[in-house]
């Protein structure tokens, strides 16, 4: 299957700080999603990205799809304790249903007070 | 709203015993995920069902693994017989047809001993 490079694999960032992650494939996508995993939950969607070049927030987080169709980032802004987490992106080549979504490996996000 | 539910969330068993694993889509969803996620492999797709059809079950490792869909609101997931490498959470998610986000329940948490 598509494979999507996800980096940073981890990340120990102090409260307050930004975050910067982001999601590489050498296949174009037609969509990119961003999920969040608390710890004993399921991933919980984000943010959704649809046309290239697109850049869409929902309050202190911004992503933007890669103006290439072949890559994607999550910004956060001023971290608290409650973004610590699994942050995935999943992207779909075809236009159609969820069932071709490919998903990266994860970034592990621990905000230190 | 009601999300995705699972059940069990934790399932704790002997190496040999069957294991059935429990979910409700969200109501009016027509596409049903069952994915595995361990911190080698990360999320994977195990099987894909639309309208409650099995479409694609090519994720599935061995045929001790089977799943069904007898109507719109539930899914089973089996494993039988159950091995230690089988230990994993097990999530659950669905869609509308036409979308490509996926809702996650929060999983079931399956040790097999």
């Known amino acids: 299957g598509q494979q999507l490079n996800q980096s940073p694999q981890s990340m120990f960032i102090q409260e307050g700080e930004d975050v910067s992650m982001n999601c590489t494939s050498s296949?174009?996508?037609?969509?990119w999603l961003w999920y969040k995993q608390d710890p004993g939950e399921g991933p919980v969607l984000l943010i959704a990205l649809y046309k290239a070049g697109e850049l869409t927030s929902n309050g202190r987080l911004t992503a933007q799809f890669g103006i290439t169709r072949k890559d994607s980032f999550l910004n956060i802004s001023a971290s608290i304790p409650s973004d610590v987490g699994i942050y995935f992106c999943?992207?779909?080549?075809?236009?159609?249903?969820?069932?071709?979504?490919?998903f990266g490996s994860g970034t592990q996000l621990t905000v230190l007070p | 709203d009601a999300g995705v539910i699972q059940s069990p969330r934790h399932e704790v068993t002997e190496m040999g015993q069957e294991v059935t694993l429990r979910c409700k889509p969200i109501s009016g969803h027509n596409s049903l995920f069952w994915y595995r996620q361990t911190m080698m492999r990360g999320l994977e797709l195990l099987i894909y069902?639309?309208?409650?059809?099995?479409?694609?079950d090519s994720g599935m490792p061995e045929d001790r693994f089977s799943a069904k869909m007898p109507n719109a609101s539930f899914s089973t997931l089996k494993i039988q017989p159950s091995e230690p490498r089988d230990s994993a959470v097990y999530f659950c998610?669905?869609?509308?047809?036409?979308?490509?986000?996926?809702?996650f329940g929060s999983g079931t948490q399956l040790s097999v001993l």
């Open positions: 998610a669905s869609s509308w047809d036409r979308s490509k986000v996926l809702f």
């Open positions: 999943a992207g779909q080549q075809f236009s159609g249903s969820a069932r071709q979504l490919t």
């Open positions: 296949s174009i996508f037609n969509t």
């Open positions: 069902f639309n309208n409650n059809v099995p479409i694609d």
